[in-house]
């Protein structure tokens, strides 16, 4: 076998992993191959939750995706030339978020997030709906190699990690999603067809 | 008692807390007591009896008929101290005729703890309200134990609140397995 | 920590009596520790997961006031403000100037049992601060005005009905008594909450030395708007928190959740290092660390009690008592519950007399021993607290009792035992019997004592003794 074709069935024993922890807690992914699929589902996840209002990290931590494709038909809010409190109302009022993840975690379906000028904390907090997108290749095997992913001497003020939607069962055990943050997490796993690093 | 056991080769123990306490004597003088090394010695030729037939003496199989439904108490000082677990089920499940039935959480504890039963009457009743309704949900005809503090306990709950199955300790049940004599 | 009204038997008397709340709590044990065993069961790697964890928490607390230290510096270098609080007063004294330096008035908090142990709210509220709970079942507590009853779902004994009666009282709106409503009935009110606040305040499940980072893990993602929307934050974590470095952190990671509720990792896990940096749009502008003693040196001077400070507080201890899935949590009078809070409560604090009787309220079934994933030997050190307890107050008449039996046990009377029996279990002198020894009366209460045996087994040895011989 090839490197390459090595590197894609291991990343492909990666997304599997992912999706199925993902899915037993409850997240939802869609497995996607190309950036015009990621393209459309993210419309259709996007339309079918009717959200009017989307706020997502900078363009550039969400590439391949298209945002401008989307601005005709709900309203956009990047974290580019706006203040604090503007950002937070808009999160507060929003339909989704929109995230970029720097990793995720094969083992327990992990998104892993870090808080930056260009990537808010709100945005995968404060809206119902949490749409964020994960290349394959850059699922790690655990938590502990997440962590090394950061310099350690030079740590993002917040490490994120996010697994399934916000849950609690407070009363009477009776599991409840989205009581504080997002009720409904949606991934999109873009696993192209021929292996090349993003 | 270390003076008394000095003579024998192999002192066995009716209950396992009683083999786990020995066993943990040489912790309870202190390594550096003058008498840490006896009790290292008596420790280590101290069993609890159905851990001394079947690891000391190799015998798994026993004798006679026992044709009943049996459920098994694991004492907590026998499972989790002196860590025997599976020697008195290897014991009972070898006799003819007796059928033994899984006790729902078996590791719970009985509620009989020493001193506690009467410190605490009202908790250590409750707790073995609760085991002697797992026991009877399995329909046993006997139950069985290997440490006479629980089965006491638990004898007095079950005879307290009714009509019961039986509670034989371990080797009761053996012994009337191979005589055919009714213990009590 | 709130002092305990009256003793331990008799509040668990009063818990035992409860029906409805110890269907609640068997319930939630028993839910929790199922989840517990499934995962454990599913995952191969989980004996040597505990073992790294354990190997950790061991380093960890050798280590602690390096690894202290070590924090220290390192938040220094992030922008986190660290306070060292040597009691309950000074810790909640810091918190409050500090409030009062930010101009704080209101505040959100995410679930913290150390500030439950030093009674911050009570001190905050004192001065008027407003401080709302933000974990769902914190929350219902708060507005019920009680203390948690387990260390992870602290609501277990309210049902739905409860909660909606509270919440209605609270908003002065109509709810329904559905889950779901009143979860979302929790989001908007403690939305808003969150959107007012000028200060959150958190606990840490860890902090990491070599980065100085806080780690928090929820499932509710109130954490994680407790961090990121009031402009001021302060973590208070008890002084053993500590690991050494984000190896270490995931060490945990991998343990805690799993212990807690069987889940592989909780929804939320944030590792903090200091307040939002340059350009960003959210998160405090000023954080601070208080580290909390609290009677917790003393323990780590204590080589038999050392040990204790490697609690993770995943309530996994708690799940499988058979103590607390009869009494409950508030039975225990202090903030831990359980067999750690058996444990900790009389260590952390020594002058409370009543907080002994806890040690003796275990039948040492060693169930948390087995079930805590850090290796701490909970039902040795319940019997090291009794010794204690022994040397420094003898218990004279249990001593004396003792004593008398030891003595009849040796002498050729013990040979009437079975006649004592049978006297003991009928008619007059029973009754009679029965009033001279109380501990006869707590026995048969509920208990049948035992058939009397023709012979004891000491009368009996020298013909089965002889017997033996012969058949060899």
């Given at each position: ?198 | ?184 | ?81 660290v306070h060292r609080a040597a009691d309950a007063a000074e810790a909640c004294g810091i918190a409050l100037s500090l409030l009062r330096t930010h101009a704080a008035r209101r505040v959100v908090k995410s679930k913290s049992m150390v500030t439950e142990e030093i009674g911050l709210n009570e001190a905050l509220e004192r001065d008027g601060i407003e401080v709302t709970e933000t974990d769902l ?47 979302a009935h929790a989001r908007i009110r403690l939305r808003e909450k969150f959107l007012q606040a000028d200060a959150g305040i958190s606990g840490a499940n860890f902090a990491v030395a070599s980065t100085g980072s806080i780690a928090l893990f929820t499932n509710e993602g109130n954490g994680r708007l407790v961090t990121t929307l009031p402009r001021v934050h302060i973590a208070f974590m008890g002084m053993e928190r500590v690991v050494a470095d984000l190896d270490a952190l995931a060490s945990m990671a991998e343990v805690l959740p799993r212990s807690a509720t069987g889940q592989k990792l909780t929804s939320y896990c944030t590792v903090i290092t200091g307040p939002r940096g340059p350009g960003e749009l959210d ?190």
């Amino acid at each position: 076998m090839s490197t390459n074709a090595s590197a894609r069935a291991a990343s492909t024993l990666a997304a599997n992993s992912f999706r199925e922890a993902l899915l037993a807690v409850g997240g939802e992914v869609h497995l996607v191959h190309t950036a015009a699929e990621a393209q459309a589902c993210l419309q259709a996840v996007l339309e079918e939750a009717h959200v009017r209002e989307l706020v997502h990290h900078a363009a550039e931590t969400l590439a391949p995706l298209q945002l401008s494709a989307l601005a005709q038909q709900l309203q956009l809010t990047g974290p580019h030339g706006i203040g604090p409190q503007a950002h937070r109302e808009h999160c507060a009022r929003a339909g989704a978020g929109l995230t970029g993840a720097i990793a995720g975690i094969a083992a327990t379906g992990t998104l892993v997030l870090a808080a930056a000028a260009t990537t808010p904390r709100s945005t995968s907090l404060l809206p119902p709906l949490h749409v964020a997108l994960l290349h394959s290749a850059r699922i790690v095997p655990d938590i502990a190699a997440a962590l090394l992913l950061f310099p350690a001497q030079a740590l993002p003020s917040q490490i994120i990690n996010i697994t399934g939607p916000s849950r609690t069962g407070d009363i009477e055990h009776d599991l409840t999603t989205g009581v504080h943050g997002p009720a409904r997490l949606v991934v999109i796993l873009l696993h192209p067809e021929s292996e090349h690093h993003p | 008692m270390l003076r008394v056991f000095e003579p024998y080769d192999a002192v066995v123990t009716p209950s396992g807390s009683c083999a786990a306490m020995v066993q943990h004597y040489e912790t309870v003088f202190g390594t550096a007591h003058s008498l840490a090394a006896q009790a290292r010695a008596l420790a280590a030729k101290t069993h609890e009896f159905s851990a001394f037939i079947v690891n000391q003496l190799g015998v798994t199989k026993m004798p006679g008929r026992f044709p009943q439904r049996v459920t098994w108490h694991a004492a907590c000082h026998g499972t989790r101290l002196a860590q025997v677990r599976n020697e008195p089920l290897q014991l009972l499940s070898s006799i003819e005729g007796l059928e033994l039935v899984p006790l729902p959480r078996v590791e719970d504890c009985c509620g009989f703890g020493g001193a506690f039963c009467v410190k605490f009457p009202e908790i250590s009743s409750a707790m073995g309200a609760e085991k002697c309704a797992h026991v009877h949900s399995t329909r046993a005809t006997v139950l069985a134990g290997n440490d006479a503090g629980c089965l006491l306990h638990l004898q007095g709950l079950l005879a307290r609140a009714g009509p019961a199955p039986r509670v034989l300790h371990l080797a009761e049940l053996l012994d009337e397995a191979a005589t055919g004599r009714p213990t009590c | 920590m709130l002092s305990p009204q009256g003793h331990f038997a008799e509040r668990a008397k009063e818990a035992v009596a409860d029906a409805h709340l110890r269907a609640a709590v068997r319930r939630t044990v028993d839910r929790l520790r199922d989840l517990r065993r499934t995962t454990e069961a599913n995952d191969s790697a989980m004996p040597l997961r505990r073992e790294k964890a354990r190997l950790v928490r061991e380093h960890s607390v050798a280590a602690l006031p390096h690894l202290l230290e070590q924090f220290t510096q390192a938040c220094r270098r992030n922008g986190t403000v660290v306070h060292r609080a040597a009691d309950a007063a000074e810790a909640c004294g810091i918190a409050l100037s500090l409030l009062r330096t930010h101009a704080a008035r209101r505040v959100v908090k995410s679930k913290s049992m150390v500030t439950e142990e030093i009674g911050l709210n009570e001190a905050l509220e004192r001065d008027g601060i407003e401080v709302t709970e933000t974990d769902l079942g914190e929350w219902i507590i708060q507005l019920a005005g009680e203390r948690p009853s387990h260390i992870i779902l602290p609501a277990i004994h309210k049902t739905r009905h409860d909660v909606q009666r509270l919440f209605e009282r609270e908003s002065g709106t109509t709810l329904s008594p559905d889950t779901a409503r009143l979860c979302a009935h929790a989001r908007i009110r403690l939305r808003e909450k969150f959107l007012q606040a000028d200060a959150g305040i958190s606990g840490a499940n860890f902090a990491v030395a070599s980065t100085g980072s806080i780690a928090l893990f929820t499932n509710e993602g109130n954490g994680r708007l407790v961090t990121t929307l009031p402009r001021v934050h302060i973590a208070f974590m008890g002084m053993e928190r500590v690991v050494a470095d984000l190896d270490a952190l995931a060490s945990m990671a991998e343990v805690l959740p799993r212990s807690a509720t069987g889940q592989k990792l909780t929804s939320y896990c944030t590792v903090i290092t200091g307040p939002r940096g340059p350009g960003e749009l959210d998160g405090p502008e000023h954080l601070h660390v208080i580290i909390v003693d609290n009677g917790r040196s003393a323990v780590w001077r204590d080589p038999e009690f050392r040990d204790v400070l490697r609690c993770i507080r995943c309530a996994a201890c708690l799940n499988v008592c058979p103590v607390y899935a009869q009494v409950g949590g508030h039975s225990y009078g202090g903030t831990y519950p359980g067999p750690i809070g058996a444990v900790l409560t009389p260590l952390l604090r020594p002058e409370q007399r009543s907080a002994t009787e806890l040690a003796e309220a275990s039948t040492l079934c060693a169930a948390c021993t087995e079930a805590c994933p850090v290796g701490i030997p909970l039902h040795d050190m319940l019997v090291r607290l009794r010794r204690r307890e022994q040397a420094l107050h003898p218990h004279r008449v249990q001593r004396l009792m003792l004593r008398v039996a030891m003595r009849f046990a040796r002498s050729a009377k013990a040979g009437a035992l079975p006649a004592l029996l049978r006297a003991a279990s009928h008619g007059g002198t029973a009754i009679v019997l029965r009033k001279l020894v109380p501990a006869l009366d707590h026995w048969q209460r509920t208990r049948a004592l035992p058939p009397a045996p023709a012979q004891t087994f000491r009368a009996l040895w020298p013909q089965l003794a002889q017997e033996a011989m012969n058949e060899h």
